[in-house]
């Protein structure tokens, strides 16, 4: 009988590309998506966390940015939960480069705040 390998890391990390993964702190990620076929975004925010139904994969998706066809750059990020367990609105964020929408999701992904708007 197979058994699984208790090395061998399971969920969606170990098949992204190395390349892809912009920023890693052993809890949060960053994720470069361009070119990835379906994505509505340049790239992703998650924090890994325990394998559940509503987090399969074993990452919880924070936010995401995207380039805009005026040339500027869309950044949103979920909400801080609140202590009934329920999220407000997510935080957006609209600046001029794409590394200011990328530092300041990786800057605020503990404070579920995207700060300063461009």
Request: charged share 25%.
């Amino acid at each position: 009988m197979d058994t699984p390998d208790s090395h061998q890391p399971s969920g969606v990390l170990p098949q992204l590309p190395r390349d892809s993964i912009l920023q890693d702190d052993g809890e949060h990620l960053l994720v470069s998506t361009k070119g990835v076929e379906g994505s509505r975004s340049d790239g992703i925010l998650l924090r890994r966390c325990a394998f559940s139904l509503t987090t399969p994969l074993g990452c919880e998706f924070l936010g995401q940015y995207r380039h805009l066809s005026d040339g500027l750059w869309h950044a949103t990020m979920r909400s801080k939960r609140r202590d009934d367990g329920s999220t407000g609105p997510p935080q957006v964020g609209i600046y001029a480069t794409e590394l200011d929408a990328m530092v300041n999701l990786w800057a605020n992904r503990r404070s579920f705040d995207l700060g300063q708007r461009a």
